[in-house]
T-cell receptor, first 115, second 110 residues
Framework: EPEVTQTPSHQVTQMGQEVILRCVPISNHLYFYWYRQILGQKVEFLVSFYNNEISEKSEIFDDQFSVERPDGSNFTLKIRSTKLEDSAMYFC?????????????FGPGTRLTVT | GQNIDQPTEMTATEGAIVQINCTYQTSGFNGLFWYQQHAGEAPTFLSYNVLDGLEEKGRFSSFLSRSKGYSYLLLKELQMKDSASYLCAVFKAAGNKLTFGGGTRVLVKP
């Protein structure tokens, strides 16, 4: 069964450093997403992406964040200058799109630890 | 604004039935998703309701009343592996955005 994959599974970085989290969405899916979950808290929407541009972004997704689809398979989230409060699990998700195909399938996540 | 409420925790016995309620007040609504999340893992899709009524999928059923801003997830014939958090999420088609509630941790006891 096709699945969303993410690398790395765990990333440790120092405050102020840039990180890139990588995702490979399910191959026939057209919509891609990033969510984050701070330990013990709820899953929060960051951004949705369709047709090579951002469809919607939350107030969390400020200028420090960017997304890119550099090729036909990868989808990345870049955090330019990490802060302690960016420590969280980051989930990538994808959906087929179109009527009746709204289910979003989540990857296993990247645990980001900022020290 | 967005307000999605579900109980924090529920306990039930193996083989029993548990109903997890979710109420929502959101600006924009195009459907209601339920996800299961085991500790340290990703959410996995369980069900999606766009119209009022009951959707049944094996041991899991989900109900939606749009006029009441209310949904529930019914888990039947509980198994130990059903111990997990269950996340209610409102879907908004503009931006394909999911807004999650805080999740309900279900503990299944023998």
């Amino acid at each position: 069964e096709p699945e969303v994959t993410q690398t790395p599974s765990h990333q440790v970085t120092q405050m102020g450093q840039e990180v890139i989290l990588r995702c490979v969405p399910i191959s026939n899916h057209l919509y891609f997403y990033w969510y984050r979950q701070i330990l013990g808290q709820k899953v929060e929407f960051l951004v949705s992406f369709y047709n090579n541009e951002i469809s919607e972004k939350s107030e969390i997704f400020d200028d420090q964040f960017s997304v890119e689809r550099p090729d036909g398979s990868n989808f990345t989230l870049k955090i330019r200058s990490t802060k302690l409060e960016d420590s969280a699990m980051y989930f990538c998700a994808s959906s087929e799109g179109g009527r009746g195909s709204y289910e979003q399938y989540f990857g296993p996540g990247t645990r980001l630890t900022v020290t | 604004g967005q307000n999605i409420d579900q109980p924090t925790e529920m306990t039930a016995t193996e083989g029993a039935i548990v109903q997890i309620n979710c109420t929502y007040q959101t600006s924009g609504f195009n459907g209601l998703f339920w996800y299961q999340q085991h500790a340290g893992e990703a959410p996995t899709f369980l069900s999606y309701n766009v119209l009022d009524g009951l959707e049944e999928k094996g041991r899991f059923s989900s109900f939606l009343s749009r006029s009441k801003g209310y949904s529930y997830l019914l888990l039947k014939e509980l198994q130990m592996k059903d111990s997990a958090s269950y996340l209610c999420a409102v879907f908004k088609a503009a931006g394909n955005k999911l807004t999650f509630g805080g999740g309900t941790r279900v503990l299944v006891k023998p």
